[in-house]
């Protein structure tokens, strides 16, 4: 029964959720390790051999990290400011952070070195100025106090309440880490597991699936060619002596490596020509398709910016690239979890500053501006209203909590007196032509998906410059 009764007589106070293993089993096996490192291993392989899915995860990768920037914590911060942008410099971050996003992307985990007890980034601090006004590093000479280690040869310890440190192994040389030496970002944690999941765990079959097909189209044109023409001998037998000299004249004029092309000539017996039919498609073709589509769905990735899409996908308002929404708030999403970690164990101990990424897709953001402006306009025609007839107005309070997007309802509690206001004639700045005049000969429906291309043509070659 393990420990139960260890566990259900513990003190209230003590109490801390266990994690989901079988750790007292385990815990002198090889196993756990064997598992840990063997699946990432796996995964990684597929990964690399699939070029449909390294297509998918190169691109996610420079969406995750296009631009960033940092800001203090404190007003008045330029100082920390640029110097953590040297220091992000001297270390190649950039770099450093894309191969990062990568393993995390296809193992569930990305793994980053800070140096022994996090010291060598304080001596890193020390010298930074003395070594960019020097020599510059030669871009292929690893930093060797802050790089990325491969998340397929690190193991997770712990014990079965908690993470206890990190082991690297390759081949026979295992190497140990402190919980403060490493920073791993993980993609998704699931079912009380300390190991990062990612979504590509479930299709390990799918890729494989893919290789083969690949695989059999190789086979296919390596050595499942067909003769361009069939030679059909009629009123001759195979055993003839006319037989054996047309084999031996067709072998002669076809012999490897002749690069000739014309007419042969054949004696003794009366010959049809039969032109072979060649099957040129890719075997196989909508299992390809399928499969791409579904590593697609499993990192929202919009099936327009595929290259290959399936009927039922070309045939989507998705394909067009009218809706990547879902896409975008996933990668919106990975920037924040990423940033969060960053922050909490690097930029804001070290350097005071915050991480922020650049948000590329801005539709969410224009869509809670309008709706602001519209609640802002609203309660600025009930206060006018209010002004004139009853001599009250709304609070600012209510106003700067509207702008914040916070919620309240207008109650009795947000009015107060107001001067007597004289009733006011409406402009005509504002006025809108008639809807009926404004693209003319186009429906609503046409004016929506219009603007819609239009935004999502600037996000891909930016605002027309006139040229």
Do not use: C
């Amino acid at each position: 029964m393990f420990e139960i009764k260890e566990y259900l007589g513990t003190k209230e106070q003590d109490k801390v959720p266990l994690l989901n293993y079988m750790y007292n089993a385990i815990s002198k096996l090889d196993l756990a390790d064997f598992q840990q490192i063997n699946r990432k291993k796996r995964l990684m392989a597929l990964t690399l051999r699939t070029p449909e899915l390294m297509a998918i995860l190169l691109d996610m990768v420079n969406d995750i990290v296009d631009k960033f920037d940092f800001l203090p914590l404190t007003k008045g911060g330029r100082n920390r400011v640029m110097k953590a942008k040297k220091w992000a410099r001297s270390v190649r971050f950039r770099k450093i952070l894309r191969s990062m996003v990568f393993d995390m992307l296809v193992t569930g985990e990305g793994y980053l070195y800070l140096g022994a007890k996090q010291s060598s980034i304080a001596s890193q601090l020390e010298g930074l100025s003395d070594t960019l006004k020097g020599r510059i590093w030669d871009e292929d000479i690893l930093n060797p106090k802050f790089r990325h280690i491969a998340s397929s040869t690190m193991i997770v310890r712990h014990n079965d309440k908690n993470i206890t440190g990190y082991t690297q192994k390759v081949a026979e040389i295992e190497t140990d880490y402190e919980p403060g030496e490493i920073i791993r970002i993980t993609l998704n944690e699931i079912d009380g597991r300390v190991e990062g999941y990612s979504p590509l765990y479930s299709v390990p079959l799918q890729l494989e699936l893919l290789w083969l097909l690949w695989q059999n189209q190789y086979d296919l044109q390596l050595k499942g060619n067909m003769p361009d023409y069939l030679v059909v001998a009629k009123n001759m037998k195979s055993s003839s002596a006319s037989a054996k000299a047309l084999e031996n004249k067709l072998m002669a004029y076809n012999r490897p490596g002749n690069k000739t092309h014309g007419m042969t000539v054949l004696y003794d017996a009366e010959y049809d020509l039969e032109r072979m039919e060649r099957d040129t498609s890719l075997q196989f073709e909508d299992v390809g398709k399928a499969v791409s589509s579904l590593l697609a769905n499993l990192f929202q990735y919009p099936k327009g910016r595929q290259g290959i899409k399936t009927k039922e996908s070309a045939a989507t308002k998705d394909s067009s690239g009218d809706s990547e929404r879902s896409y975008w708030i996933t990668i919106s999403q990975i920037q924040d979890n990423i940033s969060e970690v960053l922050d909490m164990q690097l930029f804001e101990p070290f350097f005071g500053v915050q991480l922020v990424f650049d948000k590329n897709y801005l539709h969410d953001q224009v869509v809670e501006n309008t709706a602001m402006q519209l609640r802002l306009n609203n309660l600025k025609l009930v206060n006018d209203m209010m002004g004139i007839t009853y001599q009250t107005r709304i609070k600012e309070e209510f106003l700067l909590d509207t702008f914040n997007n916070k919620g309240y309802e207008l109650t009795d509690d947000y009015i107060e007196k107001a001067e007597p206001m004289m009733s006011q004639v409406p402009g005509t700045l504002n006025n809108q032509m008639p809807k009926n005049t404004l693209g003319e000969g186009m429906s609503v429906q046409d004016r929506s998906k219009k603007r819609d291309e239009e935004m999502s043509r600037e996000r891909n070659t930016g605002k027309p410059n006139g040229v």
